[in-house]
């Protein structure tokens, strides 16, 4: 994955086209509340169907293969009891990437790196939706 080479269609001096992939990352902004942000959780269910929590940490999670979402992870803010829950369609995302620093937290979607042409373009189609912490809870079972 080369973040650079995003949405563009790339030649090299040979007049081959490099693969490149394109990714949806959105940035959730968290205003500090008043207690610890650590409960804050990111969770999903894995294509075996097996449900997930993950505490981020500072850097990146990467999923792959089996680890990925089955087209649908979600950020809960539990100072809130809120969560923004991301669907999309998992044969479009070959990689997902949890980014965490202080006050953000990213859930990126990656393609497949490929050739790309008007012929065989990029598309990953997902939603949000922000939903109550037990309607999540809930959906996750």
């Known amino acids: 994955m080369n973040p650079g080479n995003l949405g ?83 044969e479009q995302v070959f990689t997902c990437v949890i980014h965490w620093s202080a006050g953000i937290c990213n859930l990126e979607l990656w393609s497949e790196e490929r050739p790309v042409s008007k012929e065989t373009p990029f598309q990953i189609c997902h939603e949000y939706e922000t939903v109550s912490e037990q309607e999540l809870l809930q959906s996750q079972t």
């Not at 490099?18 to 008043?34: R, V, W």
């Not at 809960?76 to 669907?87: H, T």
Request: proline share 6%; hydrophobic share 35%.
């Open 8 to 90: 563009k269609s790339v030649k090299t001096s040979a007049g081959t086209v490099q693969e490149i992939s394109d990714t949806a990352a959105p940035i959730y902004s968290i205003l500090q509340g008043t207690y610890d942000r650590s409960s804050d959780n990111v969770y999903f269910v894995l294509r075996c169907g097996e449900a997930r929590e993950i505490v981020p940490k500072p850097g990146d999670i990467i999923l792959t293969a089996d680890d990925r979402p089955n087209g649908e992870w979600a950020f809960l803010d539990k100072e809130n009891g809120v969560a923004i829950v991301n669907r999309f369609n998992p």
